[in-house]
């Protein structure tokens, strides 16, 4: 019964994070794939560089519900505490590599914090608060993202979390360091709207 309802809950946790508003709300307003220019991939910061904040914005609310939503059911009617960060972890690899979308999606930032929303908010505080510290530091988004992915967890520790929450960074967050490799050295001019620079 637990592994069925892991699967369930995994299968749940993915297919919430396959969806993509940000793909269909651009081609809506737009008329384009949001993969087709600035960053090549379906985040909030490419939509809103193609369609407008206005746009953007709700991309941003949807993709952190890819995450809040699935990891919140599984909190409460799942059996065993492991499936949780199971779930959580599936909703961000469904948002970076959609199944209904040619499994080229976004980069699971917003959907990691929907899911520590769920668990702890202090925990996405936390991790906010990492990730723009690195990002200021290290003055390179991708970068930043993949050591925030990596160190989002011993944080939350040092800060005297444990448990779920935890956990939930670990998966989620090795996912996230995973997705941003991609992006390694990327160019960026405005690291807040993922623009490259031009050659």
């Known amino acids: 019964m ?3 309802s892991a699967l369930a809950f995994a299968l749940l946790g993915y297919l919430a994070g396959s969806l993509t508003p940000a793909i269909w709300i651009t081609n ?3 008329g384009v794939d949001v993969r087709s220019g600035g960053s090549g991939h379906a985040t909030t910061t490419n939509t809103i560089r193609q369609a407008g904040f206005g746009p953007g914005v709700l991309v941003f609310i949807l993709d952190v519900s890819k995450g809040f939503l699935p990891t919140w059911l599984a909190m409460r009617y799942a059996p065993a505490e492991w499936i949780i960060p ?5 909703a961000v690899v469904g948002h970076c590599w959609p199944v209904f979308a040619g499994f080229r999606g976004g980069m ?5 914090g929907g899911a520590l929303l769920a668990v702890q ?10 990730l723009i510290l690195l990002v200021l530091v290290i003055k390179h988004s991708a970068r930043a993202s993949v050591a925030a992915g ?3 967890s011993p944080v939350m520790w040092l800060a005297g979390l444990r448990g779920i929450v935890l956990w939930v960074g670990i998966c989620a967050g090795l996912v996230i360091a ?5 992006d390694w050295n990327r160019q960026y001019r405005e690291l807040w709207l993922d623009r490259e620079k031009p050659q």
């Open 2 to 4: 637990t592994i069925l």
């Open 28 to 30: 809506l307003v737009k």
């Open 86 to 90: 199971l779930t959580a972890m599936l």
């Open 108 to 112: 699971g930032l917003a959907t990691t």
């Open 121 to 130: 908010p202090l925990g996405f505080l936390i991790s906010l608060g990492v």
């Open 150 to 152: 990596i160190l989002i």
């Open 178 to 182: 995973v997705r941003f490799l991609i």
